[in-house]
T-cell receptor
């Protein structure tokens, strides 16, 4: 199956610093990628849709100036958490869809990045 | 809007017991339905899927049937193993390019020997 990687797998940072998380589709191109956030023992909440060559689309309630998304190429999307605070500590997961014939939405997930802000 | 509701856990079973995790959905149109599994410390993995009504998805002994009349996609396994202990997420997506998944809240399954 298709592979999606994330880097780093975990990061600890000080409050006020910025953290960049990379999501790569390793063996296919993805014009769209999705960023999710998962709190402990909770479900995945869609944060934003990353679009190659255009601005990301953010879900309601997600601060676009705080969570900067850049879809730099057809295989790379980055999420930058700016001026991170302890409440931003969470598990961030990306996914990329790959067309499966007429069935568009076979989603492949990255392994996730655990962010801890001290 | 579209949504997924799944039974709250945790579900605690003994090895070889029968498992059912209920999932119902609300959607405008005809979604594809999925079950994902998240093992401790790992990322999400697709367990099974169904893309149209009456389809049955199956994998690793797990099954789920897309029931349009009851808008359900319940997950079942006849005999669970300790290694099945994980969090299970029901999800849907509308079959359009660039559409994200909508997840249920997840159900934690704990199987003891």
């Amino acid at each position: 199956g298709a592979v999606v990687s994330q880097h780093p797998s975990w990061v600890i940072c000080k409050s006020g610093t910025s953290v960049k998380i990379e999501c790569r589709s390793l063996d296919f191109q993805a014009t769209t990628m999705f960023w999710y956030r998962q709190f402990p023992k909770q479900s995945l909440m869609l944060m934003a849709t990353s679009n190659e060559g255009s601005k990301a689309t953010y879900e309601q309630g997600v601060e676009k100036d705080k969570f900067l998304i850049n879809h730099a190429s057809l295989t790379l999307s980055t999420l930058t958490v700016t001026s991170a605070h302890p409440e931003d500590s969470s598990f961030y997961i990306c996914s990329a869809p790959r067309a499966q014939g007429a069935y568009y939405n076979e989603q492949f997930f990255g392994p996730g990045t655990r962010l801890t802000v001290l | 809007g579209n949504s997924v509701t799944q039974m709250e856990g945790p579900v605690t079973l003994s090895e070889e017991a029968f498992l059912t995790i209920n999932c119902t959905y609300t959607a405008t149109g005809y979604p594809s339905l999925f079950w994902y599994v998240q093992y401790p410390g790992e990322g999400l993995q697709l367990l099974l899927k169904a893309t149209k009504a009456d389809d049955k998805g199956s994998n690793k002994g797990f099954e789920a049937t897309y029931r349009k009349e009851t808008t359900s996609f319940h997950l079942e396994k006849g005999s669970v193993q300790v290694s099945d202990s994980a969090v299970y997420f029901c999800a849907l997506t509308m079959n359009q390019a660039g559409t994200a998944l909508i997840f249920g809240k997840g159900t934690t399954l704990s199987v003891s020997s």
